[in-house]
């Protein structure tokens, strides 16, 4: 399996959960993978595992605070040290924060757009210059089936993920020319730490849970695996065609009116 063999690429968030998974099925497929990762220790503990669970595999932990741009270009940087030119950049940390507008705070609000959208802008930033002089790039954008659906009371989480579709399909029009494609993958639920401690909130964890299984028609959650193939396929040279495009990962969820 090389479907990834001689590109780098820079997974954030990949400490755990979907960004984890990412780095595992990258390097299975032969990418050097850095794994940048605001918890230094957790990105550490992840690349060796992948190393060894995968024979030859090559990783490298750089902690990355994704809202400071200096830190996605230092990240960069070490990339390009270690490995050579970013080839792949996929954009995944993220953070949920789901209030009510009125009684949100301002700090909610500043917290959330820092680390779901500006996020994402200061990584594309960060490798944009050399994938474009290079003229080669994938960038992917883990936004969220709240880029287009809304549940009361998530807010202002969806109002970022909207902002990820908007700057996948900019960007993907603007360095198009440059053989620079961007998209985006939207996950519906997907069973995580970040979806443990959303259920953990509710009054009740466990019906929320059970309820939770019961949305999509295929009545389960996804698995972080799952959105890592599609990963794998978008970095890949099998996608040379897809830009500025979003795949939905959600077992049919989004397509259902109702029961
Ligand atoms: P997790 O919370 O399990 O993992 C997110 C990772 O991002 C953590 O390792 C976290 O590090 C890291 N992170 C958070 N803030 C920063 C930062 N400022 N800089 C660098 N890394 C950071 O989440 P998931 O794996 O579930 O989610 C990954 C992405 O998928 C997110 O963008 C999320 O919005 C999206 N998504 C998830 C869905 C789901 O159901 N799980 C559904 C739809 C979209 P630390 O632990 O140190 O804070």
Known sequence: MNRLAGKVALVTGAGRGIGAAIARAFAAEGAAVVLAELDGATAAATAREIANACEGARTLAVQTDVTQPASLRAAVQEAQRAFGPVD???????????????????????????VDLDGVWNGCRAVLPGMVERCA???????????????????????????????????????????????????GYIETQ?????????????????????????????????VAMTAVFLASDEAPFINASCITIDGGRTALHHE
């Not at 950049?89 to 609000?109: C, E, Q, R, S």
């Not at 992917?140 to 579709?165: D, L, M, R």
Request: charged letters at 20%; one cysteine or more; a neutral charge.
């Open 88 to 114: 792949v950049l996929v954009n995944n940390a993220g953070i949920n924060v789901f209030a009510d507008p009125l009684t949100m705070t301002d700090d909610d609000w500043r917290r959330c757009f820092a």
């Open 194 to 226: 970040l979806t443990h401690d959303w259920w953990n909130a509710q009054p009740d964890p466990e019906a929320a849970r059970k309820a939770t299984l019961e949305l999509p028609p295929m009545k389960r959650i996804g698995r972080p695996e799952e």
């Open 137 to 187: 790039g994938s960038i992917i954008n883990i936004a969220s089936t709240h880029a287009f659906q809304i549940i009361p009371g998530c807010f202002p989480y969806p109002v970022a993920k909207h902002g990820v579709i908007g700057l996948t399909r900019a960007l993907g029009i603007e360095y198009a020319p440059k053989n620079v494609r961007v998209n985006a993958i939207a996950p």
